[in-house]
């Protein structure tokens, strides 16, 4: 089995205008190497996950 853990941050940027929408920024921490990644949408936050997984390695654990 494969697993793998990031620690997710994420938090409200002050608003820069009266009235406009809240700004959330995202970042992933590798837990173990202390790597960040910041990100300033959850879209962007999700492209850099699917694309993540889509490199692993295949499974080489046997289930049969």
Request: proline residues 11%; glycine residues 4%.
């Amino acid at each position: 089995m494969h697993y793998h853990s990031f620690i997710l941050t994420l938090w409200r940027e002050p608003e820069g205008l009266p009235n406009a929408p809240p700004v959330w920024r995202y970042a992933l921490e590798n837990p173990h190497t202390g790597e960040r990644i910041g990100f300033r949408s959850v879209a962007e936050l999700t492209r850099f996950l699917n694309q993540w997984v889509a490199l692993l390695p295949p499974s080489t654990d046997d289930q049969t």
